[in-house]
């Protein structure tokens, strides 16, 4: 922060405070995430408008929207400052070497739509103010090491479309309130420590499956449910796995 910090004090074209906030913010995620390190940084950090900085998407008023970084070596960990940035609806920073947690803020970013962190070294679990967010529609966290249960709220996101939560360490039941979710089309739940019944809630949202409801578009879902012993009973998955964690 102190490096952010600097960096913005010692830059002299930012007229107001949003805009300071911004570049200091922009700064901070840089450092946050070893950005020295990146396999591409070129951009970063120079004297050009933050919006110009690779990855970095903005409104035509030069706010920022997106923040894209995948696949660049970053590591550190997620500051929770960038829910600071009004407009973000989208934080893509998956196959990466990010550690620690997702910020427990992270409900503060009242705009995010897409949060594709996948393939990092995230622990913790899925911070309970993130249900707070309105309009998720891609939620993307599988390939960590994240923990707890799943949360019933999970329910609250009638937008949702993607869920990706595979290969990490999520245990107890999948909660029936998956089944309020009819514009979720993928969902992807094997690989955790996840046991029990597939709800039948879920299960009617997928097509051609008796008293579904052709609306509801639920194409890919997919457990640990492969015999013999199979930790999830599904008679509606697409994918049936075995964990062998």
Same mark, same amino acid.
């Given at each position: 922060?102190?490096?952010? &910090?600097?960096?913005?004090?010692?830059?002299?074209?930012?007229?107001? *405070?949003?805009?300071?906030? #911004?570049?200091?913010?922009?700064?901070?995620?840089? &450092?946050?995430?070893?950005?020295?390190?990146?396999?591409?940084?070129?951009?970063?950090?120079? +004297?050009?408008?933050?919006?110009?900085?690779?990855?970095?998407?903005?409104?035509?008023?030069?706010?920022?929207?997106?923040?894209?970084?995948?696949?660049?070596?970053?590591?550190?960990?997620?500051? +929770?400052?960038?829910?600071?940035?009004?407009?973000?609806?989208?934080?893509?920073?998956?196959?990466?070497?990010?550690? $620690?947690?997702?910020?427990?803020?992270?409900?503060?970013?009242?705009?995010? #739509?897409?949060?594709?962190?996948?393939?990092?070294? @995230?622990?913790?679990?899925? *911070?309970?103010? @993130?249900?707070?967010?309105?309009?998720?529609?891609?939620?993307?966290?599988?390939?960590?090491?994240?923990?707890?249960?799943?949360?019933?709220?999970?329910?609250?996101?009638?937008?949702?479309?993607?869920? +990706?939560?595979?290969?990490?360490?999520?245990?107890?039941? @999948?909660? $029936?309130?998956?089944?309020?979710?009819?514009?979720?089309?993928?969902?992807?739940?094997?690989?955790?420590?996840?046991?029990?019944?597939?709800?039948?809630?879920?299960?009617?949202?997928?097509? $051609?499956?008796?008293?579904?409801?052709?609306?509801?578009?639920?194409?890919?879902?997919?457990?640990?449910?492969?015999? *013999?012993?199979?930790?999830?009973?599904?008679?509606?998955?697409?994918?049936?796995?075995?964990?062998?964690?």
């Amino acid at each position: 922060r102190a490096n952010a &910090f600097n960096f913005s004090r010692d830059e002299r074209f930012c007229a107001n *405070p949003p805009e300071m906030i #911004q570049r200091y913010i922009s700064a901070l995620f840089y &450092f946050s995430t070893k950005g020295d390190n990146w396999e591409k940084n070129i951009s970063w950090l120079s +004297s050009r408008h933050e919006c110009e900085w690779k990855g970095i998407r903005c409104t035509r008023d030069l706010v920022i929207t997106s923040i894209g970084r995948d696949e660049n070596n970053l590591a550190g960990t997620i500051p +929770s400052e960038l829910c600071d940035l009004p407009l973000l609806n989208t934080l893509d920073l998956d196959n990466n070497r990010i550690g $620690g947690t997702i910020p427990r803020e992270i409900g503060r970013c009242r705009n995010l #739509q897409t949060l594709d962190i996948d393939t990092n070294l @995230i622990i913790g679990s899925i *911070p309970e103010s @993130i249900f707070d967010i309105p309009d998720m529609l891609v939620l993307d966290v599988d390939k960590n090491m994240l923990t707890g249960t799943l949360s019933n709220k999970f329910g609250n996101w009638g937008e949702l479309k993607f869920l +990706s939560i595979y290969d990490n360490k999520f245990e107890g039941e @999948i909660p $029936g309130s998956l089944g309020k979710l009819k514009k979720l089309s993928l969902a992807y739940l094997d690989n955790n420590n996840l046991t029990g019944m597939m709800p039948n809630a879920i299960c009617k949202n997928m097509p $051609g499956k008796e008293d579904s409801d052709s609306n509801r578009k639920l194409f890919d879902l997919s457990a640990d449910c492969k015999a *013999p012993n199979p930790k999830v009973i599904c008679d509606c998955c697409t994918a049936c796995y075995k964990n062998l964690k």
